[in-house]
């Protein structure tokens, strides 16, 4: 079965259908990371380093709109995804996070930033 996902998509269907199946892999490198199994999540980012590697090969020029709309909408979840992956690796960030926006100041459009 891995054989045909890695295959270079060459269709419209194809191309969103090996984007869909990255988001479904996402999904199990969350379902793995919330269980703080990093090997599995290290395999399975290996897994979408490939089909990602198909899409690109592929292209995305030849997708309608409403296609391109698709993947759009599946690319915004796998980077919601990857943000909460990210979360539960890398817990001291939330505290870095936190403490660098108390030193932010609003930036007013029309000015420039003063140190």
Known sequence: MLDTLIMAPSTDEQVLDT?????????????????DDWERVARLQAVNDALIADVRSAGDATLSAARRRE?????RRIVIIDGEIRRLREP????LDRLLAAGRRPVVPGRTARP
């Open 71 to 75: 993947q759009l909408g599946i690319l």
């Open 19 to 35: 984007c869909r199946a990255v988001e479904t892999n996402c999904l199990s490198m969350l379902d793995a990371a919330r269980q």
């Open 92 to 95: 001291w960030q939330r505290g």
